[in-house]
Every structure is written in structure tokens, then in C-alpha cells.
């Protein structure tokens, strides 16, 4: 198993924090303007921020490179960018099944909804030969209670309806986004990976965008803030931490820190719109809280580890 560092979890904690204050950005986005190109439009401005620091590395490896060998260093570029298009896939399909969620759902139907990544990560991964340990599912079910009291107040559905159906999807796209990340950060850059990542993403929702949507440049300036948060900041650098951070960190455990993003938007909330959270929220926070520094010690109590050091 992987080695949980510490640095991964602060940094991963950072992702959740941006990725929970952006989404106020989102809602108030997507009354703006449709879905595709909200989407579209953010993930291509998150991979413009990043595409100066790519395309400096790349110019770098060059020029220290022997003559000969800068062809092989340009076609091994070129091919890392299957690296990219999975995860970025990923990607699209998850943030564009959430952003048509708020069409039909509520916010903290869709917050809760789509945090179940978490427990979609290791139920993916048993069906991919990887056992976590027990206490890990412990810490799953009980992060799991805490994201129910955080995002129902009320304790209570009133009713599933379409946009709940599209969070649902959303979380099994984002549990697969966190698995794809966790194989291919190994064999790749990080930055270079959010990067190829974003423009896949962006790419396709813009296609999309042209065929089912008709972009409007007044509504887009209109939208330009909540655009420009959720662009620079959500996707140009907490996806950038997330791949970072998950370097260090096992899947699960990921999981678990970047769902906190509930509880980071119920402050950001608080902040912000001067919703006060209950008493009941204020416990899933703790609960969750306390699921994520238990989940740090699965691995020490997991007995296939001491079998197999």
C-alpha cells in the first residue's frame, strides 16, 4: 500500500477548501448560463493557467538535452497525453452531470449526493482486486453520517428526483476520476497531467456546448466572476493538489479529506451569505472530522500489512 505523508493530506485538505468555497461560485453560474458552457469555459481557463508552467518544463528538458536525444524527449511528450484523456474524461462527465443537477435538486441534496465518491473509491477499487482495511470502511460509514447531517438539515429526503439521479452519476464519475488519478500521477508530472486533464475536459464540454447549447457573450461577461473562481482557482489549482496530494496519499483516504469540500461550503456559507449553520451540521462536521484522523491509522491495524511488510 501506499505511504500516507503528511504533506499529501494538507494538501488535499487545500483542494477541498477551494473546491468547497467555489461552490457558491457554481450555483450562482449556473443561473447565468447553461451547464456546457460553464464547464467548458472554467476547465479551459484552468488549463490556461497552468499551460506556462508546462510548456517552460518542456522548453527546459529541451535545452538541457543532448541534440540526439531531443526527438525521443518530444515523441515521449506527445505520448503522455494518454495519460490525460481518461482522467479528463473522467472529468467531464462528472462536472457536467453536477452542473445539470441544479437545474432539478437543491444544493445540499447535490452537496450530499455527490460527496458518496467516497464510498464509491473503495467499492470500485474491491472490484479491482484491492481490499481496504476494515477500519477504513468504518471511517467510510461514519464520514458518510456526518456529510447526512451536514447537507440535510431536515434529516429527510423529499423526494428523489433528476437532479439527485445526475449527483448520483456525478459521484461514480468523480470516484473514478480519484482511482484514474491515483494510477497515472505516478508515471507523470502533476502539472502536466492537470493540464492534459483540463484540456481534454474543456474540449469536449465546448463541443458539447456548440451542438446542445447556444453561447451567449453578454451572459458569459455576466458570469465572468463566478467563471473566473471557479476556473483559476477550482480547477487551475485544487485539481493541480489533487493530483499532487494523491501522490502521497492512499485513495480512500482521499476520498475522505476531499469530500470535506461539504463542510468547507457550509462555511465559506456562513461567511459569505451569513447562513449560520445548526447544531446538527456543526456535528457532521466533527463526525467527519474525526472519520479522517482515524482513517490515517487503518493502515497500522491492517493485518495483510504485517503479513507482507
Same mark, same amino acid.
Given at each position: 500500500m501506499k505511504k500516507t505523508q503528511? @504533506?499529501?493530506?494538507?494538501i488535499l485538505f487545500a483542494a477541498a477548501f477551494i473546491w468547497g468555497s467555489s461552490f457558491v461560485?457554481? $450555483?450562482i453560474g449556473m443561473e447565468i448560463i447553461e451547464a456546457f458552457t460553464y464547464n467548458g469555459i472554467r476547465t479551459l481557463m484552468g488549463a490556461a493557467v497552468l499551460l506556462p508552467i508546462v510548456a517552460s518544463k518542456e522548453i527546459k528538458e529541451l535545452r538541457s538535452a543532448l541534440p540526439e536525444k531531443r526527438k525521443d524527449i518530444k515523441r515521449k511528450n506527445l505520448s503522455q497525453w494518454k495519460y490525460g484523456v481518461l482522467p479528463g474524461l473522467a472529468l467531464c462527465v462528472a462536472s457536467n452531470f453536477q452542473q445539470f443537477a441544479f437545474i432539478y435538486s437543491?444544493?445540499?441534496?447535490i452537496a450530499f449526493i455527490t460527496a458518496l465518491y467516497m464510498l464509491f473509491v473503495p467499492i470500485i477499487e474491491l472490484f479491482l482486486g484491492k @481490499?481496504?482495511?476494515k477500519l477504513m470502511w468504518?471511517?467510510?460509514?461514519?464520514?458518510?453520517?456526518?456529510?447526512?447531517?451536514? $447537507?440535510?438539515?431536515?434529516?429527510?429526503f423529499t423526494g428523489l428526483n433528476l437532479g439527485d439521479v445526475l449527483s448520483l452519476i456525478c459521484a461514480v464519475f468523480f470516484a473514478v476520476h480519484i482511482i484514474l488519478i491515483d494510477r497515472y500521477s505516478a508515471d507523470i508530472d502533476p502539472v502536466k497531467l492537470s493540464f492534459m486533464q483540463f484540456t481534454t475536459s474543456g474540449v469536449i464540454s465546448c463541443v458539447l456546448m456548440f451542438i446542445f447549447e447556444t453561447?451567449?457573450?453578454e451572459a458569459i461577461n455576466s458570469a465572468?466572476?463566478?467563471?473566473?473562481?471557479?476556473?483559476l482557482l477550482s480547477c487551475g489549482i485544487a485539481y493541480t493538489f489533487q493530483i499532487i496530494g494523491q501522490k502521497h496519499t492512499e485513495p480512500t483516504l482521499a476520498s475522505l479529506i476531499m469530500c470535506m469540500e461539504s463542510v468547507f461550503g457550509v462555511l465559506s456559507a456562513a461567511v459569505v451569505l451569513h447562513q449560520i449553520p445548526t447544531s446538527r451540521e456543526v456535528s457532521g462536521c466533527v463526525l467527519m472530522f474525526a472519520a479522517i484522523i482515524a482513517a490515517q491509522f487503518s493502515d497500522k491495524f491492517n493485518p495483510r500489512r504485517k503479513q507482507n511488510p
Open positions: 503528511f @504533506r499529501g493530506i494538507i461560485a457554481q $450555483s437543491t444544493p445540499g441534496k @481490499r481496504a482495511p468504518i471511517c467510510v460509514a461514519a464520514g458518510a453520517a456526518g456529510l447526512y447531517f451536514l $447537507s440535510l438539515p431536515s434529516g429527510q453561447p451567449n457573450t465572468i466572476l463566478p467563471l473566473l473562481y471557479s476556473g
